[in-house]
């Protein structure tokens, strides 16, 4: 019984590892778009007309590496890396995984949770007569970007150091 524990703590050990390269690519990838839009922030209406055509994709590229690295870190990292560290979460809905998750201090807050969840979903939608909703969720997720990629090298640090022991 011993060695199907340990077989399925490796076998977890290494899905997180590939989640957390996965989580490193998209990071890497919003720096890079945050780094192209920066001369142009913030946006309003009229800059978001102005847009070029690589402007346009380097903000696509931006929300969706935003949502892409928010649901892997909070759908694939946080249940793995509970798993890590021998909590019970079959059971648990997503807000009580990050109550969960608040209370052994991985989050602050579950609100700043919410809020990236919330951004992500806000900008994802399209809104073409609605320049000025454009840029405001726009700005927002540039914003909230930076404060997820200091949460997941933070975080990503905490799993290298209880994946080390």
């Known amino acids: 019984m011993n060695d199907v524990l340990t077989n399925e703590h490796n076998q977890t050990r290494t899905i997180l590892e590939s989640m957390i390269d996965v989580c490193n690519v998209h990071a890497n990838r919003i720096q890079m778009a945050n780094e192209l839009l920066k001369e142009h922030t913030p946006f309003d209406a009229q800059k978001i007309k102005e847009m070029t055509p690589l402007e346009l994709g380097m903000s696509d590229l931006l929300i969706h590496r935003f949502s892409k690295l928010q649901d892997t870190i909070g759908d694939k990292i946080f249940p793995l890396y509970l798993t890590i560290l021998g909590e019970n979460i079959q059971q648990l809905s997503f807000i009580d995984r990050l109550n969960l998750l608040e209370k052994l201090g991985i989050l602050s807050s579950t609100e700043q949770w ?3 969840r ?12 609605k320049m000025e909703l454009m840029a405001e969720n726009l700005n927002r997720i540039i914003a909230l970007s930076i404060e997820l990629i200091n949460f997941w090298l933070h975080f990503k640090n905490q799993i290298h150091e209880r994946l080390s022991k």
């Open 114 to 116: 919410r809020m990236y």
């Open 118 to 129: 919330f951004a992500r979903n806000a900008a994802t939608h399209e809104y073409p007569d």
